[in-house]
């Protein structure tokens, strides 16, 4: 196809994911459940995969449903490649398709470097890092096969450039996967499927505030927009990447960070 044969939708239709099968995994909760909202806002069929969260996985499912979409919660262990492969094939076997993956599962434990067992390490490398290969591996083989391409997106983090102290498996992991998605990017583009990461800042959750208050203020001080991320400003970022308006972007990573990163360091 030439250039000049490319269809371009309107502005209206860029964002409009109506037909379209996304799977967000860890989608129970915090981040998932909000790309998993957005995405059935857009007009989206939306799969959630939980691993310890089926009630709120239950209530994302019961709310796109209420919106007239089709939805689905499916256990699994994302770290194990039988179970990656299986909540892939049953996507595909119920939906006919899947378009857009969300690779949004992952852990957030604290422990020095000095002092991490090697099992700690290992779940945290495990679930942010390999549940990513495993589940890209998965649904790109469907994507090849349905001709029609399909889209990435891994939820990374600012700590893939900024380690944060206590973090060093974190840090790892997202370093991995802003890496992996380019090489991603790289060898899935001739099948037509885009992979991109984003990478959030530190995101509102309930009760931030009152937990970590020195944290919050340093952040907000911090930050050009003089707040916090909200779930729905990484929602929509993923949105973007995998919708039409994103068409000719692969291989990047889209901090959202209100600024954060734009910040001097001295």
């Known amino acids: 196809m030439k250039d000049s044969d490319q269809v371009i939708p309107a502005p209206g239709e860029l964002l409009d994911l109506s037909d379209k099968v996304v799977l967000v995994t860890g989608g129970g909760r915090g981040i998932g ?32 449903r209420a919106l007239g979409r089709r939805a689905e919660a499916v256990r699994a262990d994302i770290r194990r490649q039988e179970e990656a492969e299986a909540l892939i094939a049953a996507i595909v076997d119920r939906f006919g398709g899947l378009d857009v993956l969300i690779n949004n599962a992952g852990t957030y434990p604290l422990s020095s470097l000095m002092e991490m067992e090697i099992s700690e390490w290992e779940r945290v490398l495990d679930t942010n890092l390999r549940g990513v290969h495993l589940c890209t591996q998965a649904a790109s083989r469907r994507m090849i096969r349905q001709v029609r391409g399909g889209a990435v997106v891994n939820i990374a983090s600012i700590e893939a450039e900024n380690p944060a102290p206590r973090h060093s ?9 802003v890496m992996y998605t380019r090489a991603a990017a790289l060898e899935l583009g001739r099948h037509n499927i885009r992979v991109n ?23 907000q001080r911090s930050a050009p927009l003089g707040r916090l991320v909200m779930p729905a400003d990484v929602a929509d970022a993923c949105l973007f990447l995998a919708s039409d308006a994103a068409r000719s972007i692969t291989g990047v990573n889209l901090r959202v960070d209100c600024g954060v990163g734009a910040t001097p360091g001295y």
């Open 33 to 64: 459940a909000g790309i998993a909202a957005r995405f059935a806002q857009a007009g989206a069929d939306v799969v959630v995969s939980y691993l310890a969260s089926e009630a709120g996985a239950r209530q994302v499912v019961d709310k796109a």
């Open 169 to 177: 498996h974190y840090n790892a992991a997202k370093g991995g996967v």
């Open 197 to 219: 990461a984003v990478s959030p800042g530190l995101v509102w959750c309930p009760g931030i505030g009152e937990s970590w208050p020195d944290g919050v203020e340093r952040y």
